[in-house]
């Protein structure tokens, strides 16, 4: 039996749209066009350069099939280049993340300059590669700063051309990669650290937990999600580097810094085999997106069993 009273046409609309989180595909359509074409479009082109001889100057491309991809097997700096790759992005992602693990619990919620500290640390990141390459690399040449201490504390004999060294070269590069994003590091797990309830800190505290067996078995657990997202972020950084060798090394000495983005940037831009560019830049993709994407189902997978 109808009550005789009509609702207003305010809680008309928000009957019709109430409980429901769906906007409306009308406004989605225009961003799906764009990413489809300026980034999904652009990879199908180039995963089809891959397959010719094109050289970017020509009108025409010859079709070559995997004859590219063959190539960068045989080619000794190719596989030089992805082993390099994979070296840098494993260290940097372990020791990056442990850096910024042990500076989010030491800055989480006590100590008074907290927040100065925490601003200091993420600087870095939000300064140009570019930048701090220039400024690692007056560091880190012969007559730079850090053999001039070497130097005067008498250690002349452990003085190096850090960036000329094929030996020390890539650990340079390394080092500067996990001290411009440490930083960052540190911010997803200070996310995670302040969505624990003290509450539960407290308990285990109150139970006679030591520091370490707390962090162990209550703060690490719950910090699983930041770990997923911290350590997917930093490997896809890693296996992606290309600013700071270009501008520390251009991927010398002898090769000895080469991986793969620096390898798509010279044979496209240097050498012109867009071609074979191409195919680098495909198994690029692949690389990151396999391990990338097995990363994270494992990651998820122990986040469910926690």
């Given at each position: 039996m109808?009550?005789?009273?009509?609702p207003e046409p305010s809680q008309r609309r928000r009957?019709?749209?109430?409980?429901?989180?769906?906007?409306?595909?009308?406004?989605?359509?225009?961003?799906?066009?764009l990413v489809l074409a300026i980034v999904y479009l652009a990879d199908l082109a180039g995963a089809w350069y891959s397959l010719t001889d094109w050289t970017g100057s020509d009108a025409g491309a010859k079709w070559v099939g995997l004859s590219n991809f063959a190539e960068i097997i045989q080619d000794s700096t190719a596989r030089s280049a992805l082993l390099h790759t994979l070296l840098i992005a494993v260290v940097f992602v372990v020791v990056a993340n442990a850096i910024g693990m042990a500076l989010a619990v030491g800055l989480a919620r006590t100590l008074k300059t907290r927040n100065l500290l925490r601003s200091m640390f993420f600087l870095p990141v939000a300064m140009s590669p570019l930048a701090v390459a220039y400024i690692w690399k007056y560091i880190l040449q012969y007559d730079g700063p850090i053999n001039g201490l070497l130097?005067?504390?008498?250690?002349?004999?452990?003085?190096?051309d850090w960036l000329g060294s094929p030996t020390f070269a890539i650990w340079a590069i390394v080092v500067v990669f996990i001290w411009q994003f440490s930083g960052l590091?540190?911010?997803f797990y200070l996310a995670g650290l302040q969505s624990?309830?003290?509450?539960?800190?407290?308990?285990?505290?109150?139970?006679?937990?030591?520091?370490w067996y707390k962090f162990r078995k209550v703060t690490l657990p719950l910090l699983a999600p930041s770990i997923t997202i911290s350590l997917t972020f930093t490997l896809v950084l890693g296996l992606r580097v290309f600013d700071q060798v270009m501008a520390l090394t251009a991927g010398g000495p002898v090769n000895a810094t080469e991986t793969l983005a620096t390898q798509v940037y010279k044979q496209t831009f240097v050498?012109?085999?867009?071609?074979?560019?191409a195919a680098l830049a495909v198994v690029m993709t692949l690389l990151i997106a396999i391990i990338g994407f097995a990363q994270l189902i494992v990651l998820r997978r122990g986040e469910r069993q926690i």
């Open positions: 109808s009550t005789g009273v009509v009957g019709k749209w109430s409980g429901s989180s769906r906007a409306p595909w009308g406004w989605a359509i225009p961003a799906v066009i130097g005067a504390l008498g250690l002349k004999g452990a003085q190096q590091t540190m911010v624990i309830p003290i509450e539960v800190e407290e308990a285990a505290a109150v139970d006679g937990a030591s520091a050498n012109g085999q867009f071609g074979y560019g």
